[in-house]
C-alpha cells in the first residue's frame, strides 16, 4: 500500500499488512512500474483487490477501462475475468502499454484484452457506433479533465446494472481545500458533483486508495 493521506500512520501500517493480498505478478509489475519518474500514476494494491472484487461480484465478462498506463488495473481486471471475458483497453501511450502488453502476455490473458492507442473518446465514440448497454464494467483513470466525457461514454456502454468505478476522486485531498484551484482539481470537483446528482445511477464514493467512486446504472 502505498501511504495514505486518509489514515494516521500507525492503522495505515496496520491495514498493509491485513488488506492486501496482492498476486505475485501483480507484485513484479508494481517493483518495475516504481522505477519510472511516473510511478504514482498506478493504482494502489488495496484498489486493485477491490476492483478485482467488484468484478467477481457482478460477473462482468465485457469490461472498459480508460487509463492503462503500465498496466496494473487492466491486468487485474483481465486476472478476474472468466476465460471468454473481454477487456477494451484505451491508452495514448505506447511506451507504457508495452510494459502492459508484456504483463498481460505472461499472465496468459493477453487474448481478453483489445488495446487501443488513441484518444479514449475516439475510441469509446467508436464502440458506441456499434451500439449500447453491451459492457457490464468501466473504470476510468486517466486525463481528470476528460472524467465528465468518459462517464457519459461509459454509462452508454453498460448495461442496466452495470458498474463505473472511478478513480482519484479524492484527489489526496485537493478537493475539498477552496485554494487548490487548478484544472484536474477543479474537473474532479465537477465530476463528484455531476455523480451526486445523476439520478440515472445508484453510486457510492467510497475512501479507498485515492478515492473510488462507484457508479451503478439504474
Ligand atoms: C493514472 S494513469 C493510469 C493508471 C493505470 N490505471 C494503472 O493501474 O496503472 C493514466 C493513463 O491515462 C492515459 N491517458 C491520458 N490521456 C488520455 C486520453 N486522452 N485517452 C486515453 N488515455 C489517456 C495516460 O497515457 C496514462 O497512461
Known sequence: MSESFLFPEQLGAYYARVAVREFPLLTRLREETAKLPSAGMQIAAEEGQFLDLLIRLIGARRCVEVGVFTGYSSLVTALALPADGFLLACDINPQTTAIARRYWAEAGVA??????LAPAVQTLDAELAKGEGHYDFAFIDADKTGYLDYYE???????????????????????????????????????????????????CLVPIADGVTLARKR
Open 111 to 116: 487474448d481478453r484484452v483489445r488495446l487501443e
Open 153 to 203: 461514454r461509459c454509462l452508454r456502454l453498460l448495461r442496466p446494472g452495470g458498474l463505473i468505478a472511478v478513480d482519484n476522486t479524492l484527489w489526496s485531498g485537493s478537493v475539498a481545500d477552496p485554494r487548490q484551484r487548478d484544472p484536474d482539481t477543479q474537473a474532479i470537483r465537477a465530476f463528484n458533483d455531476h455523480v451526486r446528482a445523476d439520478q440515472r445511477v445508484d453510486f
